[in-house]
């Protein structure tokens, strides 16, 4: 079962979803959400047009557990299933009609190492882009499904393995952007996760509340590599999140030994020391002015 709660306006506007807690161990989205909702209940805040639904804790029983996923990750391979083969693939299917009807989304995650907050939005999409830049973090990651296409595990940009929640949406049309709100048990990232989705409102002007948000200069970071954890690999040192590399300097060591050079001079971007075999390990990526 998944529990999402809607509120409609009386004028005609913009349907916007957001999701929290699609990873279990990811619970600032869930506060965030609550957080909102309660305002909405107390009528201290009050949506006057379109609408917004709210789905708070997108993997119940991982959230439970407090656990990433229950049998595999669930934004991954976010697209409906004819015949399901596991918890988080039915979840999927109640998710997707959601994302494919909504103009809007916002994803709602934390990260393991912990760091400043970031977005990830579409390249050259100036409307995420200019969405993105009201909601709060100054940071903003492009490049992602380009990046997994690249790593020669699947055909083609879009295809299932990097479809996420805001892939899936962006497919029907929405607007669809992933806010990363810092370590997954940092107590700031609810208070980032709340501002966030009061912005996205205001924003939108889905609210009684006047004027948009203040806008926040980003800095661009280009994803262009994905690496996968194997048995016996091991990274160097404990890469911290948009750390410096040059080129040329292992970022990580394979199992057979042989190191895992940087392709250029760019950054670390959310590695995971532990990460299981056959999951993603780190990504590199580019600055930009």
């Known amino acids: 079962m998944i529990k999402a709660v809607t509120y409609t306006g009386l004028e005609p506007g913009p349907k916007f979803l957001v ?77 997707c009609p959601l994302l494919a009807a909504c103009d809007v989304h916002l994803a709602i995650h934390s990260y393991t190492v912990g760091g400043e907050a970031f977005m990830i939005v579409a390249p050259n999409n100036e409307k995420e882009s200019d969405f993105a830049a009201h909601l709060g973090p100054r940071t903003v990651l492009t490049g992602w499904v380009e990046a997994y296409a690249n790593t020669g595990r699947q055909t083609e940009p879009g295809s299932e393995e990097s479809t996420g929640s805001i892939e899936y949406a ?90 895992i050079a940087a392709p250029d001079d760019g950054v670390i971007i959310m590695p995971k020391q532990n990460a299981a075999n056959g999951e993603e390990w780190f990504y590199f990526g580019l600055k930009s002015a």
Not at 28 to 39: P, Q
Not at 240 to 245: D, F, I, K, M, P
Request: positive net charge; glycine residues 10%.
């Open 19 to 95: 999701i929290g807690a699609i990873h279990g161990n990811e619970p600032c989205g869930t506060v965030g959400c609550e957080r909102v909702m309660a305002e909405l209940d107390a009528g201290d805040l009050q949506i006057r047009r379109g609408q917004v639904t709210f789905v708070a804790i997108g993997n119940p029983r991982a959230y439970a557990a407090r656990t990433r996923y229950v049998e595999r990750n669930l934004n991954r391979f976010l697209v409906p299933m004819a015949t399901p083969d596991c918890y988080e693939a039915r979840l999927g299917n109640i998710l």
């Open 170 to 259: 962006r497919r029907h049309g929405a607007v669809a952007v992933n806010i990363e709100c810092g370590q997954h048990e940092d107590p700031q990232a609810p208070e980032i996760a709340y501002r966030a989705i009061r912005n996205a409102l205001r924003y939108l002007q889905l609210t009684n509340e006047t004027g948009k948000p203040t806008p926040v200069a980003a800095q661009l970071v280009k994803v262009t590599h994905v690496y996968y954890a194997e048995a016996q690999g091991r990274l160097p040192k404990n890469w911290q999140h948009l750390e410096a590399v040059k080129k040329g300097e292992p970022m990580g060591f394979r199992g057979d030994g042989s190191a």
